[in-house]
């Protein structure tokens, strides 16, 4: 039966929960927040919050975030809550690198995204086939895969050269390059500490500085998600699963077969996530390397409303706040609690606007807070940067959720022919 008859979902209606930001909207939003991030840098001098290194070492960060939540948005955008996201990415730490030492880093790659899908399979059967809990299996998943790979070690990777049972040998390098000529100009011009202009230079120039061949392929992942699940048959029948079953299977849709084919590609890219940490990030698979990476490109997915876009900012700034840890994280983040402060006050005249007078008077009293915080302190423990990108994630999810719309499907059990 054709697929052009499958009724495409309802758009959300105008409310709270349904309203999207339009892209000129958007555009806005994201300038104003950097012509602040800039006024921010001039006052307090920490020019590493819009460096050139700090940007490139974002996007390293970001990477794994942003696969682990396009994985996300595969699954539950045909009805499947993936919560073992974490296990996944864990199995494509080992398998990738189990691989990637002993046969080359591409081969580690091809490997993490199949010991990605492995898990997805496991997770698939519980859901899908036996109709487990969704929440139950992906925790069952995560603990399975941090138990199985750290059993793997000790049979693997103790008594390789440079191994422990906590590690790998070192695996060969993917690579880096940068854009010739274009790359040196703009961290030339990042350097001269220009209002705005210097910090545009840093952020363009950290997205095409020191590249590894993985960050292209995952960075065009997320235009090439939106275009088969938003612009193909095959997306919208997957679609169809997750926010009608019942009516995608009444017009010939197989349910579960489009449920199984969407967890395996979402552990697949949980997976190269995986692989990307253990060969790209670190050039060794370390126990404990994910560091719940996988529950925050579940977060990313959440933030960006389960649309590829949204996700992918999203784990832009999750990314940004992981790679403080690296590059002057105390200077940084003591920096970005006045961004935090002043972008509070901008909360409280908009929600004063809105004639919401209760919220604007906690806003108020935060954002004094975080200026108080600010003025009294010169710099911040290294437990605050350790914990910035957790607090960021809560932060974030919960001033966005009233705007969220999930799939209608997803996370509750279906069976064939319910229907009838």
């Known amino acids: 039966m054709s697929t052009a008859t499958i009724a495409k979902p309802k758009a959300p209606q105008p409310g709270k929960g349904g309203r999207r930001m339009s892209l000129p909207v958007l555009l806005l939003v994201i300038a104003g927040v950097l012509i602040l991030t800039s006024v921010v840098r001039l006052i307090t001098g920490a020019d590493g919050i819009t460096s050139t290194g700090q940007m490139s070492t974002a996007l390293r960060a970001a990477v794994p975030i942003g696969l682990a939540g396009l994985g996300g948005l595969w699954a539950e955008r045909a009805g499947v809550v993936n919560i073992g996201l974490e296990g996944m990415m864990i199995l494509g730490t080992w398998f990738g690198a189990w691989a990637g030492y002993q046969w080359g880093p591409w081969t580690g790659v091809v490997f993490g995204v199949v010991g990605g899908a492995l898990g997805a399979v496991l997770h698939a059967i519980a859901t899908v086939t036996f109709k487990v809990n969704h929440i139950v299996s992906g925790v069952a998943l995560n603990i399975l895969a941090l138990g199985v790979t750290r059993y793997l070690s000790k049979f693997t990777f103790?008594?390789?050269?440079q191994g422990s049972s906590k590690q790998s040998p070192p695996i060969d390098s993917l690579g880096t390059f940068d854009i010739p000529g274009l790359s040196g100009?703009?961290?030339?011009?990042?350097d001269k500490h220009w209002f705005l202009i210097s910090d545009l230079a840093g952020l363009v120039g950290g997205l095409i500085t020191n590249l590894s061949p993985l960050t292209v392929v995952a960075v065009a992942l997320v235009p090439g998600t939106w275009y088969v699940l938003w612009r193909t048959s095959f997306g919208l029948r997957l679609r169809s699963c997750g926010e009608n079953p019942v009516a995608a299977e009444s017009l010939g849709v197989n349910v579960y077969k489009y449920k199984y084919i969407a967890v395996i590609i979402s552990g697949g890219f949980a997976g190269l996530g995986g692989a990307f940490l253990s060969i790209v990030a670190s050039n060794v698979y370390l126990d404990g390397q994910t560091a719940g990476r996988g529950y925050i490109g579940l977060a990313a997915m959440i933030f960006g409303n389960w649309m590829p876009g949204g996700l992918a900012l999203g784990a832009g700034l999750f990314g940004y706040t992981d790679s403080l840890n690296?590059?002057?994280?105390?200077t940084n983040v003591h920096a970005l609690i006045l961004l935090l402060a002043i972008l509070l006050v901008v909360g409280v005249a908009y929600l004063a606007w809105k004639k919401k007078y209760v919220p604007a008077a906690i806003t108020a009293a935060v954002s004094a807070l975080m200026f108080i915080w600010y003025v009294s302190t010169d710099d911040v423990p290294n437990q605050v940067v350790t914990a910035t990108p957790y607090v960021v994630t809560l932060l974030v999810l919960s001033l966005s959720a009233q705007r969220l719309r999930m799939?209608?499907?997803?996370?509750?059990?279906?069976?064939?022919?319910?229907?009838k």
């Open 185 to 190: 100009w703009l961290e030339t011009l990042n």
């Open 158 to 161: 103790e008594d390789a050269p």
């Open 407 to 419: 799939p209608k499907a997803d996370g509750l059990p279906y069976r064939k022919g319910q229907g």
């Open 326 to 330: 690296l590059r002057g994280g105390a």
